[in-house]
């Protein structure tokens, strides 16, 4: 799978970087406490879909829920990146999904384990149509929201952030070395829920199209 941008450039996707409890009322529906830096976690490039194609619930869960988040697709690598410049290597942004199976991560939580399992099966990162960074006038003033089955499930806004697009590329940077391709996954607004075989999701964000999938059942 490649990743094109709206200039025809084409990037090979690469860490998929993911931001946890990024807006206080999602925090507070997991009842979990606000974090004092960004929480990470990663995504296998094989988690990674596109608008039209399927989700799979995975026969290990019963319990998979939707997250509706920004993404950031970086154009420009770099290490330790100055937040005052991190916009500047964001080549395009999208509306995904960071599906996550509920029931194994609530598991791997009193278990004091990684989330990698609950957030990494094959699907569970769809991604939209990217759209050129240079059309987002300010990233921190998105709307976003999901549907299931056109029942709107989750609404809310960038601003609502606890650490901005840019805060997030300095500080994932600081860790990582960023490369052309990495998708940042922002964290998602309060409204999670539940999807079953069948759903149909859309989710949609105000800097351009949005996205749409399906659900199914994974088959041995």
């Not at 879909?49 to 420009?76: M, Y």
């Amino acid at each position: 799978m490649k990743l094109t941008l709206p200039n025809g450039r084409q990037l090979a996707p690469g860490k998929l970087l993911c931001i946890g409890r990024n807006y206080a009322k999602h925090a507070a529906e997991m009842k979990s406490d606000v974090p004092e830096q960004p929480m990470v976690f990663l995504k296998p490039s094989t988690a990674l879909i596109r608008t039209g194609e399927a989700v799979r619930i995975p026969q290990a869960s019963s319990e998979v829920h939707h997250e509706v988040e920004l993404v950031a697709v970086i154009g420009a690598g770099g290490k330790h990146i100055a937040a005052e410049d991190a916009l500047n290597h964001v080549a395009g942004y999208a509306v995904g999904l960071d599906m996550t199976a509920r029931d194994i991560q609530a598991g791997a939580k009193a278990r004091r384990h990684p989330w990698s399992v609950a957030k990494g099966f094959d699907t569970f990162a769809p991604l939209g149509p990217i759209v050129p960074a240079s059309e987002v006038a300010d990233p921190q003033q998105l709307t976003l929201g999901v549907s299931v089955n056109s029942e709107t499930r989750q609404q809310g806004s960038t601003e609502h952030m606890i650490f901005s697009v840019a805060e997030l590329i300095a500080y994932c940077s600081s860790v990582f070395t960023l490369e052309p391709g990495d998708l940042l996954y922002t964290g998602t607004p309060e409204g999670v829920g539940p999807v079953k075989a069948g759903d149909v999701l859309e989710a949609t964000f105000s800097a351009g199209p949005g996205l749409s999938v399906r659900v199914e059942k994974e088959e041995r």
